[in-house]
Nanobody, 124 residues
Framework: QVQLVESGGGLVQAGGSPRLSCAAS????????MGWFRQASGKGREVVAAINRSGGSTRYADSVKGRFTISRDNAKNTVYLQMNSLKPEDTAVYYC?????????????????WGQGTKVTVSS
């Protein structure tokens, strides 16, 4: 089992560049592929970005490609989401998730563990 705790959310102006962090504890972090998801008010949870165990492979939703970067530091048991050029439509609760598998997953149903989420509000 792995426990995930997100941080770094808050109120940000449009165009801002916050970085979200997700600290993991429990079983070996490097055994998990990781993902970031988000859920806006009244909408379903959607994938934002995913990264494989080693960090050598990443994938992004079209809506954030070129603006967001997912990375991980296995020595620190942490996955990051660097968000640049934020837009009001990026406002959502952001969740990190862990998947006990080699390859990265791009569907919420592929993930086994979830954090509690951190809210990001982008003001225009």
């Amino acid at each position: 089992q792995v426990q995930l705790v997100e941080s770094g959310g808050g109120l940000v102006q449009a165009g801002g560049s916050p970085r979200l962090s997700c600290a993991a504890s429990g079983r070996t972090f490097s055994s998990y592929a990781m993902g970031w998801f988000r859920q806006a008010s009244g909408k379903g949870r959607e994938v934002v970005a995913a990264i494989n165990r080693s960090g050598g492979s990443t994938r992004y939703a079209d809506s954030v490609k070129g603006r967001f970067t997912i990375s991980r530091d296995n020595a620190k048991n942490t996955v990051y989401l660097q968000m640049n050029s934020l837009k009001p439509e990026d406002t959502a609760v952001y969740y990190c998730a862990a998947r006990f598998d080699v390859g990265l997953g791009f569907d919420r149903y592929e993930y086994d563990y979830w954090g509690q989420g951190t809210k990001v509000t982008v003001s225009s």
